[in-house]
């Protein structure tokens, strides 16, 4: 069996992104993974019956592991891969690559479905987005 590949989106490291030393300001890891999230979510599809639902997902804690430093020109994949699990919250993980391969920082995300009239978050996350029609096997590479 071979492993698939998670989904991917190209971004250009752009000279305006950059802090004082050069590269990648650290808070652009953070909009970098929340591209490649939406993105993710606009392919999969599904989204306009979650609107209709009134359901939103929501980003409950994200984290940053800084591996290689980017500059400005530098293009990178940046990955992005669902997993759910049994609770009311799933992880959306992301990969940021380098175009040589490189493994430029590492980002996990936690999030939830928030029902917006109730202001809360419903329970099986898998399953509301198997309901909206999203593509379970684009958004995560653990679907069969």
Do not use: Q, W
Not at 4 to 22: N, Q
Not at 110 to 137: Q, S, Y
């Amino acid at each position: 069996m071979t492993e698939r590949e998670p989904f991917r989106t190209r971004i250009k490291v752009r000279h305006y992104e950059l802090d004082t030393l050069g590269h990648l300001n650290h808070a652009v890891y953070h909009s970098y993974g929340e591209v490649s999230r939406l993105e993710l979510l606009e392919a999969a599809g599904g989204l306009e019956n979650f609107v209709k639902a009134k359901l939103a997902s929501v980003l409950l804690e994200t984290h940053v592991v800084f591996r290689r430093e980017l500059r400005a020109g530098d293009e990178v994949d940046v990955t992005c891969d669902v997993k759910f699990g049994s609770g009311k919250t799933f992880s959306m993980d992301s990969n940021i690559f380098k175009a040589d391969g490189t493994l430029a920082a590492e980002i996990t995300c936690t999030l939830g479905l928030m029902d917006l009239e109730r202001r809360k978050l419903v329970a099986d996350p898998r399953g509301k987005f198997e309901a909206a029609g999203a593509d379970l096997k684009l958004l995560s590479t653990s679907e069969g």
